[in-house]
């Protein structure tokens, strides 16, 4: 049983079109999280929930919207997709929010390819 | 702000000989330090973790790091490195922003090793 799991694991799609990626934890954890990984293997962090509340929103384009019906899914939905959006989208999920929360738990990634 | 810097984008050893994988941070604040790993076309997994107590700290695979907060450093290491070392190594740091935390990813180091 996988403890965070994304879908689709490879996304292929054209400039301009809207995208979602899905993500759920079993873990019964608290707070969940999105991250990108660039081309050259850098992770940011770009959105954190907590018990469905947005609690971290790190300067991302409107273009990407997260959603989070309970705390179990968090997902991450993209409009007006663009080629600088390519990247890795890796989902994690943390018992809490305090610092030494830091030991996520990730899911495998969801390669998104913008042509 | 905190900040996490990766000494090596690429370290190259030979199977059995020792791993040492640098990392020093920036932190205004006592840090939470972490490493990662990364295997090609997976997820991350939480190596090891230092919140308080203990400096030097064990992880799994048999590796470990060390906090010098007089050095401001937290190296990864491991006394004998294995074929299945081969992986991307992250050292991150843990702050509050907002209501939660996020991680602070250093650009990483590959680990090559070589029989």
């Known amino acids: 049983d996988t403890a965070v799991s994304q879908t689709p694991k490879y996304l292929v799609t054209q400039m301009g079109n809207d995208k979602s990626i899905k993500c759920e934890q079993n873990l019964g954890h608290d707070t969940m999280y999105w991250y990108k990984q660039d081309s050259k293997k850098f992770l940011k962090i770009m959105f954190s929930y907590n018990n469905k509340e947005l609690i971290i929103n790190e300067t991302v384009p409107n273009r990407f919207s997260p959603k989070s019906p309970d705390k179990a899914h968090l997902n991450l939905h993209i409009n007006s997709l663009e080629l600088g959006d390519s990247a890795v989208y890796f989902c994690?999920?943390?018992?809490?929010?305090?610092?030494?929360?830091?030991?996520?738990?990730f899911g495998s990634g969801t390669r998104l390819t913008v042509v | 702000a905190q900040s996490v810097t990766q000494l090596g984008s690429h370290v190259s050893v030979s199977e059995g000989a020792l791993v040492l994988l640098r990392c020093n941070y920036s932190s205004s604040v006592p840090p939470y330090l972490f490493w990662y790993v990364q295997y090609p076309n997976q997820g991350l997994q939480l190596l090891l973790k230092?919140?308080?107590?203990?400096?030097l700290v064990k992880g799994i695979n048999g590796f470990e790091a060390e906090f010098k907060k007089s050095e401001t450093s937290f190296h990864l290491t491991k006394p004998s490195a294995h074929m299945s070392d081969a992986a991307e190594y992250f050292c991150?740091?843990?702050?509050?922003?907002?209501?939660?935390?996020?991680?602070?990813f250093g650009t990483g180091t590959q680990l090559k090793v070589e029989l």
């Open positions: 230092y919140t308080t107590g203990a400096t």
């Open positions: 994690a999920s943390s018992q809490d929010r305090g610092l030494s929360a830091g030991g996520y738990t």
């Open positions: 991150a740091v843990s702050s509050s922003t907002g209501g939660g935390n996020k991680l602070t």
